[in-house]
């Protein structure tokens, strides 16, 4: 029965330390698609995850528990079956005892720490998705039928955390930071597990730490046009530099607004001849919106995009303009070089 019973406790200690590591290796974006299928074990595994210190607690109790069994209850029963062959060898009847102890102590060491803990820690760390799905549920189950004694070694390990003014967590962290998902690309990236030819993905990480005078083109590298612009020096500007939008500047060269060549073509056909010579009409012009230098590109996207245009003032917090800001600019950030269609028919 001790050898019986040697068999039973480590296939239990086995449990608890294989479901520990499971409920902490697995991954909430490999289980939530199962859950949501309303597969019970991933719902269950869920619930194990989201409350990873009381899925500890009961770990490290069935581990304790287990651990100080082992040797009381298989001892008697090895140290029985030496006592024979340790007769045969005829040592002193005062050593046979010691001789014993110490070869069971050994023998049961070596089965505890291989098959007891390293061999469920290490297939719950190969393969932690299946683990969990298997594991969770017998661990949730154990959990609920020692809750009281569970949930008071919990709240006394949670108190001495706190006296380190240490706040305890209930989930293990599944986010991660801008730096460490840029690690996690670098490093699949070299061990073959992900392609980004394009460099979209680089892009897409370094795109968030970029600003609005990162991107933005200054004054003096404009090309513009003057308020009392016509729609013909419009097509010559078109002819000459292949843009399809242009800035317009008021009487002090500071950017006012922006035109773009459609809106130079939508000039009814029977007027063309007379406004081809004529300012180009201020309803025509494009109100341009303003953005602060410093204020993140991701942010600059998301008002150009709510305003619906295409190029934006950049300005100082004091008002300043000090260049402006091409949605062709942020996009490039992201997917690399964008040709203005009109360059590329020019």
């Not at 070596?110 to 061999?119: D, N």
């Not at 939508?266 to 007379?274: E, M, N």
């Not at 494009?286 to 602060?292: A, C, D, E």
């Amino acid at each position: 029965m001790g050898i019986f019973w040697l068999v039973v406790l480590l296939i239990g200690n086995a449990f608890f330390v294989g479901a520990e590591f499971a409920v902490i290796s697995a991954k909430r974006s490999q289980i939530e698609p199962l859950a949501e299928k309303g597969k019970r074990s991933a719902k269950t595994a869920l619930w194990a995850m989201e409350h990873a210190t009381l899925m500890l607690a009961t770990s490290q109790l069935g581990i304790t528990i287990c651990s100080l069994l082992i040797l009381n209850v298989s001892e008697p029963a090895i140290h029985h079956l030496l006592e024979v062959p340790l007769g045969l060898l005829n040592l002193p009847e005062q050593a046979v005892g010691p001789v014993a102890f110490v070869i069971t102590l050994l023998l049961v060491s070596y089965l505890h720490v291989v098959f007891g803990e390293m061999v469920p820690k290490n297939l719950s760390f190969s393969v932690p998705d299946r683990a969990v799905l298997f594991l969770a549920p017998a661990l949730v189950w154990v959990s609920k039928v020692f809750r009281p004694v569970i949930w008071v070694l919990n709240s006394l390990a949670n108190s001495v955390l706190r006296l380190f003014r240490v706040e305890p967590k209930d989930e293990a962290a599944s986010t991660f930071t801008l730096d460490e998902v840029q690690t996690i690309v670098d490093q699949s990236t070299r061990e073959g597990l992900l392609t980004d030819a394009s460099g979209a993905l680089v892009n897409a990480l370094e795109f968030t730490t970029k600003t609005v005078r990162d991107v933005a083109l200054p004054l003096d590298r404009l090309v513009t046009l003057s308020a009392s612009a016509t729609p013909t020096e419009v097509e010559r500007a078109v002819a000459k530099n292949g843009f399809s939008r242009y800035i317009v500047c008021d009487a002090e060269g500071l950017p006012s607004g922006y035109v773009h060549l459609k809106d130079v073509l939508r000039i009814d056909t029977d007027r063309a001849a007379h406004e081809s010579t004529a300012p180009i009409p201020a309803k025509r012009i494009r109100q341009l919106v303003s953005i602060l230098a410093d204020a993140d590109l991701e942010d600059a996207l998301a008002v150009m995009r709510r305003s619906g245009s295409h190029l934006a003032r950049v300005i100082t917090p004091d008002g300043t303009t000090t260049g402006v800001l091409f949605l062709e600019d942020i996009i490039e950030e992201l997917v690399g070089e964008v040709e203005d269609a009109t360059q590329r028919r020019r």
